[in-house]
């Protein structure tokens, strides 16, 4: 009887994420066009496609650090470390899709305390190697004891526990994708770093952080939701609320990069420092959001007790992304990093891809889509702003009925204002505009289309 390999190096179908080969087991399904929401998990070596979006942005973020020096000098090594790698796609495609000249300066440490999982990024990543060739060696002197791990194509790969493996060394860079709540991985996430790192964190338990669970959201992150059309913001705030006051616990202050509700997940990035002054200011950047009887919202640092009732908090009351980054986070930079060239392309198939050109234009749809809508809102969501519903503006302005997205931008643009649709599975826009102005907007574009 043939044995079964699947569990053991992951031989099943060969797909691409990215320009990487991803060996699927031969049990899960092929992707689709546009996956949303957890995929049905089929046991060891499993890879949820509806995360690749966020894959992508973790390597258009990485290699943005290593070009514009924003995190560590431009003659420094950053180290980056993803702390429950599974079977490794992440760590890969920061191998295989950063710019080469960034290469050697890119210390990768993959950890997963699953073997199975671990075994299945060795055999992938040597079976198909990166296209850049980087001959680091194991870093002893970084650990509080002799690594149990070792390089494997330019990854140093460990079985460990995430918590102590978070925390034998400093990093530059740390990604926090665990099942379900980051909560348990925090403070030592947040205590492995580095005096100025970058932390970027997953949660997937969305029923807490948005109130449809309000005692989940309560017990794990001592807050309470209301479920409106702010639900989703609630969620991203409320776990950058968490990191915050998380970090300020280790005398260190963080500042959003990007901060995002993506389908059924959270994902956050954010720069960490250490600074006693910062952390002490944690406060000023943590309050509710109060819902108006007009439909909109404002934020309070504390709610009067009339307010506790159409209140949701404590959460983050700040900025969510860092303008310049987020606005470099375009579609067209995520193409020409993220997918393959034609040679490229043709190597992964002589590799055994199966890889058609309706494949590739789907690829890169799906790669467009991971920024989509980014770079044009950066601006406004790096700060003050109101977020609103579009399906919402009707009963706000009393019409009945909501002009295209695009004619309200334009006409508050002439009017001297911003607005910009945010990434978001529902159509939500951001402005600067006041609520009386978007109002007076939305009832002379609805007026004037003769409805």
């Known amino acids: 009887m043939a044995e079964d390999r699947s569990e053991v190096d992951g031989t099943g179908h060969l797909w691409m994420e990215g320009k990487t080969l991803v060996e699927l087991r031969a049990d899960q399904e092929r992707p689709t066009h546009m996956p949303r929401g957890p995929a049905k998990r089929t046991g060891p070596g499993f890879l949820n496609p509806a995360m690749a979006p966020a894959r992508t942005r973790s390597v258009l973020l990485l290699a943005d650090a290593l070009e514009h020096h924003w995190l560590v000098k431009e003659d420094h090594d950053l180290r980056a470390m993803d702390a429950l790698c599974a079977t490794g796609v992440r760590v890969r495609r920061w191998r295989n899709e950063i710019p080469a000249e960034h290469q050697e300066r890119l210390r990768i440490t993959a950890n997963d305390l699953d073997n199975v999982a ?27 004891r002799t690594p149990q791990g070792g390089m494997h194509n330019g990854l140093f790969i460990m079985q460990n526990d ?30 492995g770093l580095s005096r100025t790192a970058f932390l970027e964190v997953t949660a997937t338990d969305t029923a807490a952080l948005t109130g449809s669970s309000a005692s989940s959201q309560h017990r794990r992150y001592g807050a309470k939701g209301i479920v409106d059309s702010y639900a989703h913001d609630d969620a991203v705030r409320v776990l950058l609320g968490l990191i915050a006051t998380t970090a300020a616990r ?14 059924h997940h959270v994902r956050v990035s954010v720069k960490v420092r250490r600074s006693r002054d910062g952390a002490s200011h944690v406060l000023d950047s943590m309050g509710w959001r109060v819902r108006a009887a007009n ?40 193409v020409a990093m993220c997918s393959p060239s034609e040679s490229e392309l043709l190597t992964l198939r002589e590799a055994g891809l199966v890889w058609s050109e309706a494949d590739q234009e789907y690829a890169q749809r799906e790669l467009r889509r991971s920024v989509r809508y980014i770079a044009e809102a950066a601006d406004l969501m790096s700060k003050e702003h109101t977020l609103y519903h579009m399906d919402d503006l009707p009963n706000m302005a009393g019409t009945g009925q909501a002009p295209k997205m695009e004619v309200l931008f334009t006409a ?39 409805d």
């Open 250 to 263: 280790h005398d260190r202050c963080i500042e959003p990069v990007l901060a995002l509700f993506d389908g």
């Open 162 to 191: 995430a918590r102590i493996a978070l925390m034998e060394a400093a990093y530059q860079w740390v990604d926090l994708d665990p099942f379900g709540s980051p909560v348990n991985f925090l403070d030592a996430a947040i205590q």
């Open 412 to 450: 508050l643009d002439e009017a001297g204002f911003s607005a910009a649709r945010v990434p978001d599975i529902d159509p939500f826009f951001v402005t600067d505009a006041s609520f009386a102005d978007v109002m007076a907007t939305t009832r002379a574009l609805v007026g004037s289309s003769g």
């Open 118 to 144: 671990l075994e299945q990024l060795k055999h992938a990543h040597e079976r198909y190697p990166p296209l850049i060739s980087v001959g680091h060696a194991v870093e002893d002197d970084r650990y509080n």
């Open 295 to 334: 439909g909109t919202y404002e934020f309070v640092h504390h709610p009067s007790p009339d307010e506790v009732e159409r209140a949701s908090g404590p959460l983050w009351i700040g900025p969510l992304w860092n303008r310049d980054i987020a606005g470099r986070m375009t579609q067209e930079r995520a």
